[in-house]
């Protein structure tokens, strides 16, 4: 009676012991468990991805995980695992991971806070508040052509005219010479003090040089400079400290490596 007990209750223990292991694994394939674990990575990289892991994906998802350790199997049978082709293959992929999981963490541990996008905020106001500009200009190679070009609106010619057939730069010539609004310091030095010299309407007497060519310019308007708000573009400026300061600790990782 008591051999009986005893049997009874080892059969327990074991069944209560065997019951985890079977709930953490998929499936046994060719004798090896298959770690749900693997379902979750997958599932988790799809939704990183942005994807919504529906119940169905779940059941496809377990079918690729049990396909992969099947052909993985197959693989390994046929000795394709002990390649140098493979090895190197292993190593880069293993490098990319880290290399990922060193950024995130990075990132993680660095965040760019909102004192940090109001900063840069209060950089870039106060870089480009003033006066916006708006202009049309004429780009030619030779003086001469650019003098040429002002005797003619002189006498009534069409700026735009004049700009969409001679302008070597197509972009604005294309549009009459227009350059939409835009701060003076976005031009080259040459021309910005040019341009905030004229009044509103008016053209440059004399051929502007840059290193670009010869400039006829025209004032057509000139405004209070209209700036994004800060809630407009707190995501784009976030977005952009983040990658500096990335950019920063790869930086300094290279300066202090000892590369022989």
Known sequence: MK?????LAAAALLGAFALPALAQNLAIVNGKPVPSSRVDALAAQLNKSGRAVSPEMMGQLKDEVIARELFTQEAVKQGLDATDDYKTQVELTKQTI??????????????????????????????????????????VEKED??????AQLKKGAKFEDIAKKQSKDTGSGA?????DWSAPGNYVKEF????????????????????????????????????????????????QMTQQKLMKYQEDLRAKARIE
């Open 3 to 7: 051999k009986t007990l005893s049997a």
């Open 98 to 139: 880290l290399i990922r999981e060193l950024f995130a963490t990075f990132q993680k541990n660095n965040p760019v806070t909102d004192a940090d996008i109001k900063a840069e905020y209060d950089k870039f106001v106060a870089a480009n508040a003033g006066k916006e500009y708006r202009a049309r200009h004429i780009l």
């Open 145 to 150: 052509q650019a003098k040429a070009i002002i």
């Open 175 to 179: 549009n009459g010479g227009d350059l």
């Open 192 to 239: 910005s003090q040019a341009m905030v010299a004229l009044t509103k309407g008016k053209l440059t007497e004399t051929p502007v040089k840059s290193q670009f060519g010869f400039h006829v310019i025209r004032l057509d308007d000139v405004r209070d400079a209209q700036l994004p708000k800060l809630e407009d573009v707190k995501a784009q400026i976030s977005q």
